[in-house]
């Protein structure tokens, strides 16, 4: 069976032309040259309809790949105009998502500064609350704050230096309609991770509930915040993390004793897992938990540097861990996260589609009494996630068919078994009663194992997946190749 379209015999149009006006060319030659044409591009047009045809009857998975990358390139999509849409030519194609227009960050507006600002105090609030949980000295604070905020710059610059939305380019991971579902699932699972650390760490509201285990303030809270971002406008809801920021800051600054302890000279290993957390949180909340816009070292060494002062200066606040005022730089935290999370899903589309998946994170509020269960699993998956998406960026060498990020029958299919197999495999390796399989007498603790295990699974499918990265890239550039040698793939 033949996978590749029959050759053209017939003349372009723009070929024909030429040769009509080739000198010395008689009126006879060119009636006659016509009449050939005529004849060669009926030949033509049987040897594709035969082709298609044959293909069909084939079924097998060449002939379906076949057929995708021929109706790619008969029909190349125009990627500046993504308002105002077609219909869709076949039932398979499925075009829901508008994509917003990118954004490019410089350093010579005042916005991108007040932004700067605002994500380093969010960092900070979020650092210092991992910091307190984990009781780390102030030098282990220090090198933790350092190493983890550093490291997740590092993952926003592999992330973030491209026009798309990182979460619309995963599309290329996990297929063109599973974008849809991975999207709700990371924004869902990141707001399961913080309100869990809320409910187990904080009783700042569940003192007069009988239930206060599943964690009733946060999920009025939810609601609320899904009521003011659904209903508000988007505008609006952007200043809406700044302006909780600025009041839980301001409150605190005058209730919660401020005091920079004195710098030790021992370092544990606590600042090793204190980095981890925090570069991993801090990646979460700087990739998704903003406005997605076009980073460049520049831009992202400003914001580390912004972010590592501001998380050591929020150290002070450690000196009021044991008063009860201290609860409500919890309450602050989780507010601005949530809200991030809620406007991150605006961001990644237009419409209602954008509205739906920034309400995915209402998991995290509904869930978040399950957290002992379920904060392994998500630790997990979404470090396995994270490496599976890093692979596939590091490995890639053209640049991403934008059509096919947005269908179920382009390049990437509609969805990626390794893909998500390799999230399937990370969520099982995290449930603590099969983590004593995995790592059965090693003195690691429940999350740590989560973390190794997320990223050892993650490097074993991205490996699996660079072949099918090579073959997406083969057959992107010789569409793209053909597209340039024919301006008329059946001269008609």
Known sequence: ??????????????????????????????????????????????????????????????????LRIFVVDLFPAAPKDTKAGMDPIFTSEINTIGIRRPRNRGRGSIFFYIRTIVTSLI??????????????????????????????????????????????????????????????????????????????????????????????????????????????????????????????IGWASTNVSYQLPALGSNLSLNALWAAIAIGVTGSLVIVFGQPHEQENPSTLSFSALSSIAFSILALGFLAGVKEPNWQFLYLTAILSLLLLLALSGFDLAGKALGRFAGAAFLIGPVLAGFGDW????????????????????????????VDSLNNGYGFYSAFQFWSWCALAVAASAGVPQLQQLWFSGLMFSAVEISLISGVLVGIVFGLIRIPIVIGQDRDIKNVESRNEESHNLLGL
Not at 36 to 62: C, N, V
Not at 134 to 151: I, N, Q, W
Not at 217 to 239: E, H, N, R
Request: proline residues 2%; glycine residues 8%; hydrophobic residues 50%.
């Open 1 to 66: 069976m033949e996978f590749q379209p029959p050759q053209r015999k017939a003349l372009s149009d723009s070929e024909l032309e030429l040769a009509l006006r080739a000198i010395n060319i008689s009126i006879a030659e060119s009636s006659a040259l016509l009449l050939e044409q005529q004849k060669l591009r009926t030949e033509d047009e049987a040897a594709l309809e035969s082709w298609i045809t044959r293909l069909k009857a084939d079924g097998s998975a060449e002939a379906v790949r076949a």
């Open 374 to 401: 379920l904060l392994g699993p998500i630790l997990s998956m979404l470090s396995c996630a994270t490496v599976v998406i890093i692979f596939d960026q590091l490995s890639r060498r053209s640049s991403l068919h």
């Open 123 to 248: 960092l900070a609030l979020t650092n210092l609350v991992i910091l307190s949980w984990m009781a780390t000295s102030f030098l282990d604070s220090v090198v933790a704050v350092t190493g983890g905020l550093v490291a997740a710059h590092a993952v926003a610059f592999i992330l973030k230096t491209h026009k798309l939305h990182p979460l619309l380019r995963s599309a290329s991971v996990f297929g063109g309609l599973g974008v849809y579902w991975s999207s709700g699932l990371i924004l869902g699972t990141v707001s399961i991770l913080y309100s869990s650390g809320y409910v187990i760490e904080s009783v700042a509201l569940d003192s007069g509930y009988q239930f206060s285990e599943f964690g009733v303030d946060l999920f009025v809270l939810g609601l609320a915040i899904f009521l003011i971002t659904q209903l508000s406008s988007t505008g609006f809801g952007k200043v809406l993390p700044g302006i909780v920021l600025f009041i839980g």
